[in-house]
DNA sequence: ACCGCCGGGTGCC
DNA sequence: ACCGCCGGGTGCC
């Protein structure tokens, strides 16, 4: 990946040329010497490593070219402790502070054990190539391991392109000339892996950024072998699992108690050996107990990790907990029972709504149009405690919190009580043999899921068991080490965490050694450098472990980081890990892509709601079932569509007949957007805007923008005519033509002058494009005087009236691509007491959540009605409060209506979903339910993909059916 | 280090 | 003897 045609700012001769201070003319001064011993005495080399290597942004793939190689000599090994093997990696630092040298260059190895320094003559060159960051070297030793006073070293030099002569100059000022090889090839092939670049040449052929890409996104996939063996949980658990569940269980507590070597390491002659750097002690490294359970969303992690902290204490042993017999409780497992009877009771009610939705007033017109599925069951797991009102106390301090969530919790038994004050009074179990005392996990989590975790000690914990949970939260929280050291469960936040840490005089989350520490949501803590992230890796811990559903939200780099807390060594240093995995996978090397899969295989769980166990989805969803009510028009509104299409369709005749059409595109798009509004709603249509002659340029402006405008803002889908995809910072040509703008303006760079529209070939420029301006209102506020009711409106309000009836409690999505549409619905809902929550596109993040909360909510007198335009939010938003969903119109992209669907069909879903699509008969969304249907075959036979040419063909045939030409 | 280098002892053969 | 040579002391940066 070669980048000297990319400008930079710097230049490399400029850059060589100037004067950083040179080393040899400043001398050290006698008292330095002590300074620097201070000094090197309170930082641990590999603490120095991990600074010296932190934000230098060197891990960018275009400063990763190899400039050139040299065997260098490492010197004063007998001064130092550390030693290497055959073929060990080691790093180098420097050490500008060195009293006898001030271009010193120290060698460390893996462990970060001193081995010498690079000799002299060697450091000076080298030095000023490090200061200046003209590139980063890294050595290798090949043999002469076992010497006394010195060694070789291979040294290769990594840097950008632009500064490669630069470094070579350096180097030849002092004698030395960088080569590409390492000549006498003795060194590979010692214990492990050739590490001395020669590999690359060996596993050639690199990655494509494709196949890289798609590693990636497989990287956490196919991680289930030998994962599949379950366990029951502790006693203490009064949920039954489902079998993903155990599963997790079972791995989780294999993890814990596992005595394996750490990936990489393996034992050979009575040492251990790490086969990726070659480093070899005699010790036997430390166990990585722990992991990352990458499970996605809503299969359970935090009732997993619950089940673990019960169940595998010391020695695989469960929790020893205390027995209240006083308890209050009558039912030991009252959860249990309730999302049974929640389970049973729920399947006859469903199926009995879909009756009644069939033998509804319009049932004639009403027809099943999806094969249900197949017998699917209800997830059995509870999701959240219906009826609660834990959402929307303010947290202020403990004391409150806990106050708040027993009000809320009618069934806390008085021993939970008295440990959520942390005055537990039940004995200390004995630790039986493990050696440590540590007893606690220690949870830390984003604030906004810390209610959750409590409701799900109370969910899944019998409530004649206690379990000490200490909420260490809020200005009152007890800052005392005992106190926390006796406690079964700490929880607390990210941000209580790093601000204990930061006030440096007490932390006593840091003063407590955990026998666990889990990280919920752990990927926010994939900056190093933020202050939550060092909290979190100063933490002492056994065990360690981090929940997340998305391990890498960005890129590699945030492994990193997840590898430092579990003290996955040498991984933590950001040292290896940059050269062993990072850069080598950046740069498209198979071995270390390999590598990293092992890496990540070796500790992660994850399977994601498709996953199957045995054949069978991990979760059954609830069924879904797709229902089309035709809607028929009154005879006024009959007439009156009638009119527009006849205007529409004189119109769109002269095109066809002049072969304009595609000039005109964006003028046809109106017309059928026009048609498709008043098929919704007559107060719809907008003012018609001429297609004729093209006025001043600022009136042709005005009009272009409101040709985009309404072909965006209905939700229609266009796509883009180069890149064939969804249109992303849509432009329109003053032919009236909707690009992407970087796929348009890529058309006009490669053409320059010569620029032609693709889809007409009218000349075009990138001066004259115009922006989309976003979503605006095109009319004013919708008031009850003016309004007057449509056949489908009608229709929408009699099953919304009916299914109110029947059950008060089932909620209801109401979704059009029309947000005016949606202003319009509002007036009945008002009218007929229904309440309801918006959201759509135009809405700021704050009113948006506020929007989703208030309809996610259970308790009585919640909004039960959402008005959702068709794109609002991303494929994160849950809706599952939802079990019947209104799709008042048709969209071009029937993936768009699925995806919307899914938001409320998705984990945490309890009921069948019911889904009604409104369509006219004998009207312009009939047709383009056609051109879906012929669409989705085109696709499923897998030809859904044409060449532009074909495409405007079928676009043609398209309109005419629409129009009914 | 079974080296190189330094610096004191020494000095025809 | 302002040299050569010998042999002991010594040894990273």
């Known amino acids: 990946m070669q980048s000297s045609n990319k400008s930079r700012n710097l230049n490399p001769r400029t850059a060589a040329a100037a004067p950083p201070q040179n080393p040899s003319t400043s001398f050290t001064p006698r008292y330095e010497f002590i300074d620097f011993l201070d000094v090197g005495g309170t930082m641990t080399l590999s603490q120095e490593i991990a600074n010296l290597s932190q934000d230098s942004g060197q891990d960018l793939p275009e400063e990763n070219v190899q400039i050139g190689s040299i065997q260098g000599t490492v010197v004063g090994l007998r001064y130092y402790t550390g030693t290497v093997n055959r073929g060990e990696m080691v790093a180098l630092v420097r050490q500008p502070q060195n009293p006898y040298d001030r271009n010193a260059v120290m060698v460390a190895n893996v462990y970060g054990s001193q081995v010498g320094h690079i000799k002299k003559e060697l450091a000076a060159p080298m030095a000023y190539i490090m200061d200046n960051n003209l590139a980063r070297v890294e050595g290798v030793v090949p043999y002469g391991e076992t010497n006394k006073f010195s060694m070789p070293v291979n040294l290769t030099f990594w840097g950008k392109e632009e500064n490669r002569e630069a470094v070579h100059n350096q180097m030849r000022r002092h004698g030395f000339r960088l080569g590409t090889e390492f000549k006498g090839g003795t060194a590979q092939k010692s214990f492990g892996r050739d590490l001395l670049g020669l590999s690359s040449k060996i596993s050639a052929i690199p990655l494509t950024v494709e196949e890289l890409k798609n590693a990636f996104d497989k990287l956490f996939d196919d991680l289930m072998e030998d994962k599949t063996r379950e366990m029951e949980p502790a006693g203490a658990v009064c949920t039954s699992l489902l079998p993903h569940q155990k599963q997790a269980l079972s791995w989780m507590t294999s993890r814990e108690n596992n005595n394996d070597l750490p990936p990489f390491w393996e034992e050979k002659s009575g040492f251990y050996f790490n086969v990726l750097t070659n480093f070899a002690v005699k010790e036997r490294p430390e166990k990585v107990l722990g992991g990352i359970l990458a499970d996605d969303m809503g299969l359970g992690k935090t009732l997993t990790t619950i089940a673990l902290i019960v169940s595998n204490f ?572 209104y799709m008042m119109d048709p969209a071009w992209n029937p993936a768009a209506e699925d995806q919307c669907v899914d938001r409320c069909h998705r984990l945490g879903q309890t009921r069948d979903v019911v889904i009604t699509k409104f369509i006219v008969k004998d009207s312009v969304e009939e047709k383009m339910v056609m051109i879906q249907k012929k669409k989705q075959e085109l696709v499923d036979k897998a030809f859904g993909v044409k060449k532009p040419q074909d495409r405007k063909q079928s676009r043609t045939d398209e309109i005419r059916a629409l129009m009914e030409i």
């Open 314 to 885: 010391h020695n695989g042993k469960p929790l020893p907990l205390e027995q209240c017999e006083g308890s209050s409780m009558s039912s030991t497992c009252r959860k249990k029972s309730t999302s049974k009877d929640h389970k049973e009771s729920h399947e006859p009610v469903s199926s009995s709504q879909l009756k009644r939705l069939h033998a509804d007033g319009k049932s004639a017109d009403t027809i099943e149009e999806d094969v249900p599925q197949k017998k699917a069951k209800t997830a059995k797991q509870p999701a959240k405690n219906s009826g609660n009102t834990k959402k929307g106390v303010v947290l202020l301090d403990d004391v409150d919190f806990a106050a708040a969530l027993e009000c809320s919790s009618s069934q806390v038994g008085p021993a939970k009580k008295s440990a959520k004050k942390g005055s537990g009074s039940g004995k200390v179990p004995s630790v039986s043999g493990g050696g440590s005392g540590a007893r606690v996990t220690l949870i830390v989590c984003p604030l906004s899921v810390l209610s959750n975790w409590l409701d799900q000690f109370e969910q899944h914990i019998r409530a004649d068991v206690t379990l000490k949970v200490y909420l260490y939260y809020g200005a009152e929280r007890k800052r005392s080490v005992k106190l926390l050291s006796e406690q079964d469960v700490v929880l607390t936040t990210y941000n209580v965490l790093s601000s204990d840490y930061g006030n440096k005089s007490s932390s006593p989350l840091h003063k407590v050694k955990w026998l666990r520490v889990v990280l919920d949501e752990g990927h926010v803590i994939r900056n190093p450098n933020a202050l939550q992230s060092k909290a979190v890796l100063d933490l002492q811990s056994e065990r360690r472990w981090i929940l997340s559903g998305t391990p890498i939200q960005n890129s590699l780099k945030d492994l990193y980081m997840l590898l430092s807390f579990l003290k996955l060594k040498p991984f933590d240093v950001k040292e290896w890990w940059n050269r062993i995995i990072q850069r080598p996978v950046t740069m498209g090397d198979r071995v270390g892509l390999s590598n990293l899969q092992a890496l990540v295989k070796g500790i992660t769980l994850r399977r994601t709601k498709n996953s199957k166990v045995a054949g069978r989805m991990l979760v059954q969803l609830p069924e879904r079932r797709v229902f089309v009510q035709h809607v028929t028009f009154s005879e006024e509104e009959r007439e009156e569509y009638e009119q527009v299409r006849k205007e529409g369709r004189k119109i769109i005749d002269r095109y066809l007949e002049e072969g304009t059409m595609m000039t005109n595109y964006a003028d046809v798009l109106a017309i059928l957007v026009r048609l498709r509004q008043y098929c919704c709603h007559p107060s719809l249509v907008g003012k018609h805007t001429r297609a004729d002659d093209p006025g001043t340029p600022s009136e042709l402006r005005e009009r272009l923008i409101n040709k985009i405008t309404l072909v965006l803002n209905s939700g229609s889908d266009e796509e883009c005519a180069i890149c064939l995809d969804s249109l992303r910072q849509p432009v329109i040509t003053y032919c009236a033509h909707v690009y992407c703008r970087p796929c348009i303006c890529e058309v006009i760079q490669s053409e320059k002058e010569q620029a032609r529209c693709p889809l007409c070939r009218a000349q075009i420029n990138s001066k004259e494009l115009v922006e989309y301006p976003g979503e605006e209102m095109e009319a004013g506020p919708v008031t009850q005087e003016h309004w007057r009711s449509s056949s489908k409106v009608d229709a929408l309000m009699s099953n919304l009236l009916k299914l109110r009836n029947e059950d008060p409690t089932v909620k209801s999505l109401v979704v059009s691509q029309f947000t005016r549409f949606m202003d319009l619905i509002e007036v009945p809902l008002r009218e007929y007491g229904f309440s309801f929550t918006r959201l759509d596109g135009s809405m700021a993040q704050t009113a948006r959540s506020k929007a989703i909360q208030d309809f996610q909510d259970s308790s009585p007198g919640s909004p039960t009605i959402m008005l959702l335009s068709l794109k609002a939010g991303g494929v994160g938003l849950n809706l599952t409060a939802a079990s019947h969903v």
